[in-house]
Every structure is written in structure tokens, then in C-alpha cells.
């Protein structure tokens, strides 16, 4: 089925009016109980059922959690301000953050307001299974049916694009006094995080280059580290006849057959190759490795191999060992109940990624039991609550337009409470460009960014493509965005060629652009309109230019069971995430403890502590000519790059698969979103330029002493 992109800004009072007509189209209360004394808990219905088709109401007796979130004690923009005078030079609290007292006095609500709460939902049949230490929230379970009465609502099942997931089908409303206490209710709805990890993968297969076992010698060197070769000619024929089609151009990744290097047709970096080219030698050799810190990484079900996982990856690529002393994994919710192998390679390429760029900083693994949005949440509370680091890195995310309003807030206020004790709460900006994968509806695409990212007080990290040269130096960087046009086929029919060329289109890239929900906040004044402007910096994503991660073959994905350690490529902003928290983990480090949100002190820094990502061409882009019988027909770099959605620079390069068919594939290619000089939707700011972005950070943060 094409899909079709459509511009639908999706700003507040939009959400306001949809929200409303979905209350109207609810079914009646009937028989689920009265409103007459109920607080109707705003903006926490999915857009998402509004393209999704009703398949009537959820099983009564299934069972479900609920996570009712309380006010805090200064809301809105009475928070917001409070917060912002730890953020101004100007200000003599000027990154003097609150203590746990005066968080607690200003921001948390009471235990008799929490109280309050447990005792509405015990008395509503629902069993109360924890109350947050600092009173957020209070966490219940029951059947649906009984979960309908107390929040005077419906919950239906629903289903959209191939997926089934259960929701509420209007705001839900909680008898007083309790109602006036609670900002949000999670769990009525199946809002389930996606891991932002990708796989470099032939669009023929549709499934993730494999991966191999694991060799220990010669150490890391698994894939090559040259994504981009010289130039190359290829011929196709049609069984020695015409058609007959010749290109030229870049040449990217190892041959197929290679057997030094494997039958993988993907490059892949090892942790060495990108200290390099990123300028993180340099640091370390000023003692500047992240000692003293500890990157907190969140993430779901987590990997049961994990600790095995990432010793190993330490061992044979020469980290220093992590070991129960420097690496600690938590379990706040309780031990999931199942695994996920896409969670599992996630947490992997999270833990080894920080890993790689903070060798010498701890890490502190906090696992949420699902992916639900209110279990990510508790487990980012738990790790700002129990002062686990400064950094706090979170790969996953779903489309802002599919989230229920109050669920979007929620995840700004716990990164507001984590801003306000010196903590970057850190976020992908997600893999699919300008669009919501999920919210597809005859055929149109509805473009949006990721949430968490868009939060005002996170910092969201987008992605870009890197090619380095025998010295490991950066031979181009650019905004991830990829592109492929298929022109020959597979070995075993004779590789003929495609003619016309198919283009195949976009594949993946660098989520960004602009919040439909969050107004912008006044570090982005430079930048235009007038609501929250995503990423705010940017590390490599590409899984085409992706690096090398250990996984065991029983816990990751596309691995055949029990075969042992593996060794893969990987990318997504799943690595631009824990990269660029590693990297502010080091900036900590060198300041002498928490710096608070970085993107409050990004848009501040001197000229040069930034890379700028700009368009990167090439006089070698893939051009070729076919020859039938009615002549020759000429194939332009742009040609073969379509549709190009108003890109005009970027680089291509020939690629043959896993499948053996022949593709020309394109970086710096994503959907409507482009890369441009200073600040742009693919990467932000750019990158962070090794020493000199610390210097600058550290100096952004004493600015006020001056």
C-alpha cells in the first residue's frame, strides 16, 4: 500500500478539539457509574484510537494496572519559573539545585494527599501495589470492569495497522476529593514504548542483518570500518543481452563473501575507531574518562544475559571491566514477568555504548517491568529519587500525536524534578524522520515527532551518518537519513537489471522536527515558531554506518537460539542517546558534579564545542546508463535518489545486499526533514567536538561567577 505524507499540525487546541469529539463519540456510562461528584482527569485519551477501529469493549475480568499520578505542589508555569532560576546566570541560584527537603516542599505532594488516593482506589475494589516513596504516584491493580467504575469510563479494544491494544474511549473522571489530586491516570491504555534500536538491513529481506559469532581474535575486528570505498563501476546484463545497465559511483560496505571480514555486506565501528574520530582520545588522556560519574540508563524487561553481555564487550575490545562494582542493575517496579529480545539487544547496545565513550564512568541500569509508559516513568523517578548520576539516558519513545496529552506532561514534570536536582534526563529523537509509524489511515502518513524527546525539560539526541578514513578520522558526517533504489536483481537469476530502477524510498532516519503539544521553551528563542523544536544535539545513528555490539544468541533479537555470545551492527538513536550521555557524563566529571538538562546549556556554548552538521555531497554520487532496444536511457545521482522531499545534497553510494540484488543507497536523505548549517530537525546543534565541548560546558556553567 503507498503511503502518502499529510501535514496535520498537532498543536494544543487541535488536541483539545479531538479529544472532545472522542469524548462525544464514547459510548454511554451505563452501568459504570456515576460522574455527579467526579473530577474528569483532562487529555488522557489517545489520539490514537481516533484512526483506529473500535473492536467494542475489553474482557471485564481481564486484569490490569493502573497508575494514578498526583499534582505537584507548585504546577504548570508556578514550577516551570521556580526551576528556570536554577537555569539563569542571572540568578543567584543559578545552578544551585534543590536539595531532597526542598523538592519534596516544593514540588512533591503529601503522604495525607497520596493517602488520599490509595484509599479511592481500595475502596473501588482495586488493589493498591505500591506507593511512590515521594507520594507521585500510587499504583493499583484490578479487573477491568472494576477499573471502569472507579474512573467512570469505558475501556475498549482497538485496532490499527496490523497492531491490537486496549484504551480508554474518553477521559476518565475520579471521585472528589481524590479527583482534584490526580494529573494523569496510566494504564488505561496500552501506550507501549518502541526501543529506538535499528539494524542495517536489505529492504528485499526486511528482516536485520544477522549476526555472527563471536571470534575473540584478532580483537574487534568483526566488520570493516571503511562504510565508503572509491568509486566503482558495475554491469548488469540480461543473460549476456539487453538490457544492459552500467553504474558508477561510491562504492559502500565489504563484499559479499569477503571471508576475512564475512559475508555481511555492512561496516561496522568498534569502540576505538569512534574515540577517535569523535576526539575522545584526547580526553581520556587528560584524565577526563568519566571517573566519579555514573551514566543511569532506563530501559524495559532488560536482558538476562546483560552482565555476561557486557564484560564480554569489555574484554575483547579492551574497556575496562565491568564488574558488580561499577555496574549495578535495578529492578524498582519488581523482575519482569517475560523478556523481549528487541529490549534485549537494546539494553545491550545502551550499556556497551556508555560504556565506550565514559570507559571509567559507573553505570546504573534501571529496568522497567513493561514497556508502559507509567512503568518507564517510575523507573526515570526512582533513578532522579535515588540520586543514581547525573545523566539519565532513555532510547525509546512513540509518536507524540498517538499519546494521551497528560502522558506527555508526565514525562516533562519527572524531567523537570530531574532538572531541578542537577540531572540531564536524555532522550532518542527516534528512527522514522518526520513521521508516526502508527498513525496510518487510508493510506496517509501523520507526521509528528517522538515523544519523550519533545519534553521542554529533556534533551532530545537525533542521529547522523559517519564515514572515517584508515586513520579513523572523519572523513563526512551528516544528517541520518537513508534512502535505497534497487537496479539489479539477485545472483541466482543472472543479476539482470531493474529497468526503470525501482525506488524504494526511505527507510529509516533521524526522528525531529516540531512538537505539536509543547510550546517552545526560551533556550530555543533563536530558533522559529513557537512550539518545542526537536533534537537539541545529535551522535551517530546510522545502522549503516553502525557499530559493532555483543549479544548472547538466547536473550537478542534475529539470533537463532543458543548459540552463545554473537557480535552484530546496530544503530539508531538508541546509540546517539547513551553516546551523547557518556559524553555528558564527562562534562560532570570535569565541572565536578551534575550540570543539570543539557540542552539548557547546548544553545549557549562557544563557537567550535559543537561540530555543525551540514549536507554532505559527492562528485562520485551513483549515476549509470541502460541500454534496450529503443536506446539508452541516462540515470542522474537525483534519479536515483527519489523521492528526495526537497533534499538537494546528499551522498550515495552502490550497495549489494544480503539477498545479492543490487541498491544505490543514499545518506543525508530523510523524508521532509532536513540537515542544514547551524540548526537544523535531523541532528540539532550538532555533535559535541571532543575537548573543546567540555571546556566549553564547564566554562557555560561558571558563567555566573564572572
Not at 159 to 186: K, W
Not at 296 to 302: E, K, Q, W
Not at 521 to 529: D, I, V, Y
Amino acid at each position: 500500500m503507498k503511503m502518502t505524507r499529510v501535514a496535520w499540525p498537532l498543536d494544543a487546541a487541535h488536541r483539545l478539539r479531538l479529544c472532545a469529539g472522542i469524548m462525544a463519540a464514547a459510548l454511554p456510562l451505563a452501568g459504570i457509574g456515576q460522574i455527579a461528584a467526579a473530577r474528569t482527569i483532562e487529555n488522557n485519551t489517545p489520539a490514537a484510537i481516533s484512526h483506529a477501529r473500535d473492536l467494542g469493549p475489553a474482557a471485564s475480568s481481564d486484569m490490569v494496572s493502573v497508575t494514578l499520578w498526583l499534582r505537584e505542589q507548585s504546577t504548570g508555569s508556578a514550577a516551570d519559573r521556580l526551576v528556570a532560576q536554577l537555569y539563569d546566570p542571572k540568578s543567584p541560584k543559578f545552578h544551585q539545585w534543590l536539595s531532597d527537603s526542598q523538592a519534596a516542599a516544593l514540588l512533591a505532594p503529601t503522604a495525607a494527599q497520596a493517602d488520599t488516593v490509595k484509599k479511592y482506589l481500595a475502596a473501588h475494589n482495586l488493589q493498591v501495589t505500591a506507593v511512590d516513596v515521594g507520594n507521585r504516584f500510587v499504583k493499583a491493580q484490578g479487573s477491568i470492569a472494576d477499573v471502569q467504575k472507579a474512573m467512570h469510563v469505558p475501556i475498549h479494544q482497538f485496532s490499527a495497522e496490523g497492531r491490537t491494544f486496549r484504551s480508554n474511549t474518553a477521559d476518565p473522571a475520579i471521585d472528589e476529593p481524590a479527583g482534584s489530586l490526580v494529573a494523569a491516570v496510566g494504564g488505561l491504555s496500552e501506550s507501549r514504548a518502541q526501543p529506538h534500536s535499528r539494524r542495517a538491513m536489505d529492504p528485499d529481506t526486511a528482516a536485520p542483518a544477522a549476526m555472527r559469532p563471536l571470534a575473540l581474535s584478532p580483537k574487534g575486528v568483526f566488520f570493516s570500518p571503511q562504510c565508503i570505498r572509491p568509486p566503482e563501476q558495475v554491469t548488469f546484463t540480461t543473460g549476456g543481452a539487453l538490457p544492459v545497465a552500467s553504474y558508477a559511483g561510491n562504492r559502500y560496505g565489504a563484499d559479499i563473501g569477503n571471508t576475512v571480514l564475512g559475508t555481511l555486506p555492512t561496516c561496522g565501528y568498534q569502540p576505538s575507531e569512534l574515540q577517535t574520530a569523535y576526539g575522545l582520545s584526547q580526553l581520556y588522556a587528560n584524565g577526563l574518562d568519566g571517573t566519579g560519574e555514573t551514566v543511569v540508563i532506563v530501559d524495559a524487561y532488560g536482558s538476562p544475559t546483560i552482565a555476561a553481555d557486557a564484560e564480554l564487550f569489555s574484554q575483547v575490545y579492551g574497556l575496562p571491566d565491568l564488574t558488580s562494582s561499577n555496574f549495578k542493575v535495578y529492578y524498582p517496579g519488581g523482575q519482569p514477568a517475560s523478556t523481549d529480545t528487541g529490549w534485549a539487544s537494546e539494553t545491550s547496545l545502551d550499556v556497551e555504548w556508555a560504556h565506550s565513550v565514559a570507559p571509567h564512568a559507573n553505570i546504573a541500569l534501571v529496568i522497567a517491568p513493561t514497556a508502559n509508559d507509567s512503568d518507564l516513568q517510575a523507573a526515570i523517578l526512582y533513578a532522579i529519587q535515588h540520586h543514581l548520576g547525573h545523566v539519565i539516558s532513555n532510547s525509546y519513545g512513540e509518536a507524540e500525536s498517538d499519546e494521551p496529552p497528560a502522558n506527555l506532561e508526565q514525562y516533562n514534570i519527572l524531567s523537570r524534578l530531574a532538572a531541578a536536582r542537577g540531572i540531564s534526563v536524555d532522550f532518542s529523537s527516534g528512527d522514522s524522520g518526520d513521521s508516526n509509524p502508527s498513525g496510518v489511515t487510508n493510506g496517509l502518513i501523520l507526521p509528528g515527532v517522538a515523544s519523550p524527546a519533545d519534553c521542554p525539560w529533556a534533551t532530545g539526541v537525533g542521529g547522523t551518518s559517519l564515514a572515517i578514513d584508515s586513520n579513523n578520522d572523519i572523513l563526512f558526517q551528516t544528517g541520518w537519513g537513508n534512502h535505497e533504489t534497487r537496479i539489479a536483481n539477485t545472483v541466482a537469476l543472472g543479476s539482470p537489471p531493474i529497468v526503470p530502477p525501482l525506488n524504494l524510498g526511505f527507510i529509516y532516519g533521524s526522528g525531529g522536527g516540531t512538537s505539536g503539544f509543547f510550546a517552545k521553551p526560551e533556550f530555543q528563542r533563536g530558533l522559529p515558531g513557537k512550539f518545542r523544536q526537536v533534537p537539541d544535539i545529535a551522535f551517530l545513528a546510522d545502522p549503516y554506518t553502525g557499530v559493532e555490539f555483543i549479544c548472547d544468541g538466547t536473550s537478542c533479537d534475529g539470533a537463532p537460539a543458543g548459540t552463545g555470545p554473537l557480535v552484530g551492527v546496530i544503530g539508531g538513536t538508541s546509540l546517539a542517546s547513551p553516546m551523547f550521555s557518556g559524553m555528558w557524563a564527562i562534562a560532570s566529571q570535569a565541572a565536578g558534579g551534575g550540570l543539570g538538562q543539557a540542552a539548557r546549556l547546548l544553545y549557549g556554548l562557544r563557537h567550535g564545542a559543537i561540530r555543525d552538521v551540514v549536507p554532505v555531497g559527492s562528485e562520485h554520487n551513483v549515476r549509470g546508463a541502460i541500454a534496450t532496444a529503443t536506446g539508452v536511457t541516462r540515470e542522474s545521482a537525483q534519479d536515483l535518489a527519489q523521492p528526495l522531499d526537497g533534499t538537494r545534497v546528499f551522498y550515495s553510494a552502490l550497495y549489494q545486499g544480503s539477498s545479492t540484488r543490487w541498491y544505490v543507497l543514499t545518506f543525508g536523505t530523510d523524508t521532509s526533514l532536513m540537515t542544514a548549517p547551524g540548526w537544523d530537525n535531523v541532528t540539532g546543534l550538532g555533535t559535541p567536538n571532543g575537548m573543546q565541548f567540555v571546556r566549553a560546558v564547564v566554562d557555560a556553567a561558571n558563567r555566573n561567577d564572572d
